[in-house]
């Protein structure tokens, strides 16, 4: 299994919380540099912490677990 394809299993780990509180993650798109794109959805799309919980939760998770992730961004 390819680094790329870590990035769906760590998502799926992660969505439960975001489910919990009314959101959700789609992943988007993963380029060979690293960047993972995702879209926010549910409540997480007009949270005013959305962009909180998206560099401090699930970007750090995707790198402390995938170490060839350099960020992650929300389309």
């Known amino acids: 299994m390819s ?3 870590n990035v ?3 998502l799926n780990q992660i ?3 975001l489910q919990a509180d009314g959101g959700d993650v789609e992943l988007v798109k ?3 540099d690293g960047t993972i794109t995702v879209a926010l959805q549910g409540h997480c799309r ?3 912490y ?3 919980t998206l560099k401090n939760g699930i ?3 995707l ?3 995938i170490p060839e992730v350099r960020e992650v961004l929300n389309v």
């Open 3 to 5: 680094w790329k394809d």
């Open 8 to 10: 769906t299993v760590v």
């Open 15 to 17: 969505r439960p919380s």
């Open 30 to 32: 993963v380029d060979d």
């Open 46 to 48: 007009g949270c005013p």
């Open 50 to 52: 959305s962009q909180m």
């Open 59 to 61: 970007e750090q998770i």
């Open 63 to 65: 790198k402390e677990k």
